[in-house]
């Protein structure tokens, strides 16, 4: 046996239009038609839906019970299970290991439609599930279902005598043994040991931050999550500090969040550029330094005066950093509450706008939604009395069936279970109808909201440019030596009356 497992998706009717109906073929691909035709489904079984058995009218009760969970936006799954064609199951054998398959994914208690074709050499069934629980209202976590299926298939297999999958049996024992040795690695890291040797030298925020300088790195705040700190290779990648430390350790050794922020605690998130600022100083770091000259002549020593020009300008230039420091601190101050306006005015305009829809979405089911789910009460109401009185037995059964008056009412329950799954589906459609345009008017405000902030962070960035070259300045002018005095050039002193005179050049 083969399981194979699909990426959950959006419509149930498109799975049933799929899974129900014959292939489209080219042409009708190209001209956008359905196919209404469904000579390759061989028999259909419903799971957990109330006793329904029509599986069109399963459908559409399943499609109702994805609306309980507001979370889920893909509430279809699906699988299938495909024997070798030596092995020619019957249909309730299929059906009992598609139910066997569902135990194993813990989704024993959901809604689901058996779907078999026989389109292929080999027995095969579809599985359609609907991940919503029809009682909880929770959707079912399909993680690692491919694997649990493996293991189930092989399982499956063995029981019934005979392995026709050698290589699953072979990869299913090669795992085992890799448990098993003491000596398998530990999983690596994504990039190399820097972040976790600097982590582990430091004692707090500073440090930490000190020590990746060192290396060439830097620190810096996240862009989606500015909580989050990220360290940036001198490459360029970023890559999130608390998840890098703990990739690879056992689960017991994983750093919490609160022992993480506790020892970052000096740091403060604010102050720290982000993610781009960091990647752009690091190439900038990187140009200056691969435009520097390299000096291979051996350099004369420097003399009293040379030495005591270079200790000055390394003082100037430390007391210029401390003060682009402070300087920077205090507008990074500013800007966090900048951003902060910006992001409770985005936050307002969401609420606003979410409150505005959900007062449509209440319009619309007390309006449009009651009055199809009225008429699918009504066609429910006269099913239930049909059927009441075909299960009619003795004498007012004999009449009911011998008058003719069963015939007929059975092609009207026909009509009515019909026009039930007509109503599912026109309720559906208006939905999203009325769900189109909210959608748009919602990614419309994300998209506003997206150009506000890039052109905040810009003005952010003009602006500190701006600021720190006035500071600059000022530094500058306030620290200028005093213009020397012009020298006399020409000197004349006179000493009496027919005296000698005496004229001093001075260039």
Known sequence: ??????????SFIGAWAYYGHDKRDAAQIERGEGQHTAERVE??????????????????????????SRRCEKPVYAFSLAWHPEQQPERAEMIEAGRAALQVLGM????????AHNDTAHRHVHVIVNRVHPVTGKAANNYRDQEKLQAWALAYEREHGKVFCRA???????????QKRPDRPAPGRYVDNTVAECWRRSDGGRGFQSALEARGWGLARGDRKAAVLMAVAPNGRAFAVLRELNQGLPQGQK?????????????????L?????????????GSRKAQEPERTEPQAPLSAREKFRAVGAALARQATAQREAEH??????????????????????????????????????????????????????????????QAQTGL???????????????????????????????????????????????????ARQEVELQQLEQRLAERWEQSWSRARDRVNENTRAPKPKPERKAEQQSHGRGGRSRSRDYD
């Open 328 to 389: 920077r601190e205090r507008f990074e101050d500013w800007a966090a509450r900048e951003r902060q306006r910006l992001f409770s005015r985005q936050l307002e305009a969401r609420d606003v706008l979410h409150l505005a829809h959900e007062r449509t979405r209440e319009l619309w089911a007390n309006r449009e939604g009651e009055s199809f789910d009225r008429r699918r009460r009504e066609a429910s109401a006269e099913m239930r009395a049909i059927e009441e009185r």
């Open 255 to 271: 750093i919490t969040n609160a022992a993480f922020d506790q020892r970052t605690a000096d740091l403060k998130l604010d102050a």
């Open 273 to 285: 550029p982000n993610v781009a600022q960091v990647q752009a100083a690091l190439r900038a770091a």
């Open 168 to 178: 699953r049996e072979f990869n299913a024992v090669a795992r085992q043994m890799a």
């Open 396 to 446: 007012k059964g004999w009449v009911y069936r011998v008058s003719g008056q069963a015939e007929t009412e059975r092609e009207e329950l026909d009509v009515l279970r019909v026009r039930k799954h007509d109503l599912t589906r026109e309720q559906n459609t208006a939905w999203e109808a009325m769900e189109a345009p909210l959608r748009a008017e919602a990614a419309a405000l994300k």
């Open 43 to 68: 028999w259909h079984h419903v799971e957990n839906l109330a006793g329904i058995e029509d599986a069109r009218a399963a459908f559409g009760l399943m499609i109702d019970t994805a609306r309980l």
């Open 108 to 115: 024993e208690d959901y809604q689901a439609v058996f779907v």
């Open 1 to 10: 046996m083969v399981p194979r497992t699909t990426k959950p998706g959006r």
